[in-house]
C-alpha cells in the first residue's frame, strides 16, 4: 500500500512538473515567422529606400520627354519663348600654361516676352540643357541669370564642350513659376563661330 502511494505521489509530481515547464518548441516555431516576416519587411522597405534614393535628381528631364515640350508658353497671361545664341569661342587667347585654349562652347538663353508685356515676377531658372546629335550639355548649378530689362531674363553659360561649328542645336529650359515646374524648348539654333 505504501509503495502505491510511493508511486502515485511521484507520478503525481511528474505529471505537475510536465505540466508546470512551457511549451518551449511551440512558442519557438510561432516566433520564427514572425521574425522572418520582419526582416523580409526590413528588407523590403530597405530596397524600397534604395529605389527612392537611386531615382534621378528631381527635375532632370528625360530626354525623349523634354525635346516634346512647347516653344512658347503663357504665363499670368505674358506669353513667353526662347532665343538663343550659341557660339565657339575661337579668339586667339593664350593660356596660362602658354598653350592655346581649345575652342569653347559659350550661350545666352533667353526666356522673354513675345508681346512687349513684362514679364511676370517670380520666374525661377533652374536648369538648361543643349544637345547636339548625340551630345548634351546641361548646366543645373550655379546658374548665371540676369534680367534685361522687365522683358527678358537671360542664362549666360560659358566654357561649354567643342561641338562643330554650323551645326544644329536644341536649347531646352526648366523654370519654376508659382510653384510649379515648366519646360520650354527652341529646336535647331545655328552654332556659330567667333574668332
Given at each position: 500500500?505504501?509503495?502505491?502511494?510511493?508511486?502515485?505521489?511521484?507520478?503525481?509530481?511528474?505529471?505537475?512538473?510536465?505540466?508546470?515547464?512551457?511549451?518551449?518548441?511551440?512558442?519557438?516555431?510561432?516566433?520564427?515567422?514572425?521574425?522572418?516576416?520582419?526582416?523580409?519587411?526590413?528588407?523590403?522597405?530597405?530596397?524600397?529606400?534604395?529605389?527612392?534614393?537611386?531615382?534621378?535628381?528631381?527635375?532632370?528631364?528625360?530626354?525623349?520627354?523634354?525635346?516634346?515640350?512647347?516653344?512658347?508658353?503663357?504665363?499670368?497671361?505674358?506669353?513667353?519663348?526662347?532665343?538663343?545664341?550659341?557660339?565657339?569661342?575661337?579668339?586667339?587667347?593664350?593660356?596660362?600654361?602658354?598653350?592655346?585654349?581649345?575652342?569653347?562652347?559659350?550661350?545666352?538663353?533667353?526666356?522673354?516676352?513675345?508681346?512687349?508685356?513684362?514679364?511676370?515676377?517670380?520666374?525661377?531658372?533652374?536648369?538648361?540643357?543643349?544637345?547636339?546629335?548625340?551630345?548634351?550639355?546641361?548646366?543645373?548649378?550655379?546658374?548665371?541669370?540676369?534680367?534685361?530689362?522687365?522683358?527678358?531674363?537671360?542664362?549666360?553659360m560659358r566654357a561649354g564642350?567643342?561641338?562643330?561649328?554650323?551645326?544644329?542645336?536644341?536649347?531646352?529650359?526648366?523654370?519654376?513659376?508659382?510653384?510649379?515646374?515648366?519646360?520650354?524648348?527652341?529646336?535647331?539654333?545655328?552654332?556659330?563661330?567667333?574668332?
Amino acid at each position: 500500500m505504501m509503495k502505491l502511494r510511493k508511486m502515485t505521489w511521484v507520478a503525481a509530481c511528474l505529471l505537475l512538473a510536465a505540466c508546470s515547464e512551457p511549451e518551449k518548441p511551440a512558442s519557438t516555431e510561432a516566433e520564427a515567422p514572425v521574425v522572418e516576416a520582419e526582416a523580409q519587411e526590413t528588407q523590403s522597405q530597405t530596397e524600397t529606400d534604395t529605389a527612392e534614393v537611386a531615382e534621378p535628381e528631381a527635375s532632370v528631364p528625360l530626354v525623349t520627354e523634354i525635346w516634346q515640350s512647347p516653344t512658347e508658353l503663357t504665363l499670368s497671361g505674358v506669353p513667353v519663348n526662347l532665343r538663343s545664341d550659341i557660339w565657339l569661342n575661337s579668339m586667339p587667347v593664350i593660356g596660362d600654361d602658354g598653350t592655346q585654349p581649345a575652342d569653347k562652347l559659350h550661350a545666352s538663353v533667353k526666356l522673354q516676352s513675345t508681346d512687349m508685356q513684362p514679364l511676370p515676377a517670380g520666374i525661377e531658372i533652374t536648369q538648361v540643357l543643349l544637345e547636339q546629335e548625340d551630345k548634351q550639355w546641361l548646366v543645373k548649378d550655379n546658374l548665371e541669370v540676369r534680367a534685361e530689362g522687365e522683358l527678358t531674363l537671360e542664362v549666360v553659360m560659358r566654357a561649354g564642350p567643342e561641338w562643330d561649328p554650323g551645326s544644329l542645336v536644341d536649347v531646352a529650359i526648366i523654370f519654376t513659376f508659382n510653384g510649379e515646374e515648366f519646360k520650354l524648348v527652341q529646336h535647331d539654333v545655328a552654332l556659330s563661330q567667333v574668332f
